[in-house]
């Protein structure tokens, strides 16, 4: 085993290579859903893992409908009745410990035996409460489970699925094309040993994350599952640390297979006009404004690329289709497009002078000198052997960078809104959040109530920081909607003049009741709501109102009107109807 391995694609080496890696740690990377008939292919797989595991390691098969008695264990009745005390019987998973668990027909689990094996898988044990006893019995197993279901229909319990580190399919791999690889049992045996000191670096588990994410996966497990993997593999390569081959080897193997959608792209679309504005500053105030590291984003994207080409074709095609329907377009076109002097997607020549940063294209600028040449040599007394370049020959290179968004999303928490809705509402933002961090996005929240709109959290791009700061969120007091709107809207000019592209999303009743000076009365906090509208709507701010009262509220809807934003009238909805009618706007993405 080397690092020639990560780029290999061949869906038998791949299956191979997820063996050793099982037998390297099975109760770490969980095992193997093994998506197969019985046949020449799957039992030479199945050869190999076992050729791989120590003679000593436990192998035990599971039954389809095995009883709970002979999983779990119990009660030995001869031995109780002969010693007159007692007398437990270990069960079937913790015979296993240490070992594997072979289980057929996986698609025909009983939900008894997957809750067991689910249990088991996650906290290493049995705990046995029965007949009298109460026992926790040590059970670090892995599990390779055998679908053998036909139809789409007939496939593993996804409980059992989301726990198991790989999904491979031998469906398609003949038996010419499942030849032996080099694979020492040896190596296998000393990884094991030398798994418990490798380390991992955060910018890894940063990528294999953010991978998840960008690939739709829901499961948290998937990147845990990832990132032992990832460790198996160094230690199986002989390395005391994962490097950035061993993430991309696992998450080719394991995030590939569980991907909902297609990563995010930039979009090819050229700006709507020639201008060439000065980069966006690159320095930001505090820690959480800096850009990432280049190697980090290097390492993240290079994950990425090796988990979408693993895609199966089928899936692939699949996710293509749904992504086209969903949207129409490439997804993942958040933040306006600009042009650049220096960096970013080359986009043409135009007339120019090579100063203030910009770059000379030569090429571009001899071929619009030469067709000058004939009448340029006539207009010197004495003929040149040269080529002359003038002014107007000059030719410099546009490029096209997409600049950052910053989602700010202001959440009335005001006694109005009512705790049910205030909760559905910071639901909402959770998930709208997770989609802003797969673009790599900033996003910002302020909650308003009483007089007051406070900024809760400035733009960022940690997730986990965002949803401790929602969870924060207290509700009750008034709703000072003029407040909140000139609050974002102060903000928004903040992020434009940093060179990004600020989205305001307003979720709100809309029943202003608190004016701008703070006083009460529902009719002036209402005018001033209403002027502080119009005033977002006039700096062409892209916004998005979100009626988060039992039943459409008029109000709400005039808000939205005035600053010319989407409004989404969405009563009785939960946390994902709010987030999935956000996304089917576009907002979040950059289309009006």
Known sequence: MNDDRAPQLSPWADACVAAALVAVDPHGVGGALVRALPGPVRDRWLDLLRSLLPPALPLRRLPAHVTDDRLLGGLDLAATLQAGRPVAERGLLAEADGGIVLMAMAERATPSSIAHLGAALDRGEVILERDGLAMRLLARIGVVAFDEG????????????????????????????????????????????????????????????????????????????????????????????????????????????????????????????????????????????????????????????????????????????????????????????????????????????????????????????????????????????????????????????????????????SGSSALHRLAEAKGAVELLLADCYVRRDRVSVLAFRGALAELVLPPTRSLARAKRTLGGIPGGGGTPIATAIDTARDLADQVRRAGQTPVVVLLTDGRANVARDGTGGRAQAHADAMRSARSIGETGIMCLVIDTSAKPEPKARELADAMGAHYLALPRADAAMLSAAVRSTGVLEGRR
């Open 150 to 413: 036909v139809a789409d229909d007939e496939r593993a319990a996804p409980a059992l699925a989301d726990r198991l580190g790989f999904h491979l399919d031998l469906h398609r791999i003949t038996v010419r094309d499942a030849i032996d690889l080099e694979l020492d049992p040896e190596t296998v045996a000393m990884a094991r040993e030398r798994l418990r000191e490798v380390t991992l670096a955060d910018d890894v588990i940063e990528a294999l994350c953010g991978a998840s994410l960008a690939l739709g996966i829901a499961s948290v497990r998937a990147a845990i599952l990832a990132l032992r993997v990832a460790r198996a593999a160094a230690a199986l390569d002989g390395r005391e640390a994962v490097e950035a081959a061993d993430a991309a080897l696992a998450a080719r193997l394991v995030l590939a297979p569980r991907a909902t959608q297609l990563p995010f792209v930039e979009s090819d679309e050229p700006p709507a006009d020639d201008d060439t504005p000065d980069d966006p500053p690159d320095d930001q105030e505090g820690e959480e404004q800096e850009a990432q590291p280049e190697e980090v984003q290097r390492l993240e994207d290079m994950v990425l690329a090796a988990a979408a080409a693993a895609i199966p074709e089928g899936l692939l095609a699949m996710l293509r289709l749904e992504s086209l329907r969903r949207s129409g377009r490439s997804a993942g076109t958040a933040g306006a497009f600009q042009a650049s002097k220096l960096r970013g997607r080359p986009l043409g020549t135009r007339r120019g002078l090579p100063r203030a940063g910009a770059r000379l294209n030569l090429v571009e600028t001899l071929r619009a000198a030469a067709p000058w040449q004939p009448l340029r040599r006539q207009e010197r007394p004495r003929p040149v052997q040269r080529v002359e370049v003038r002014q107007d020959d000059f030719r410099v290179t546009r490029f096209k960078q997409r600049t950052e968004s910053t989602a700010i999303f202001a959440v009335d928490a």
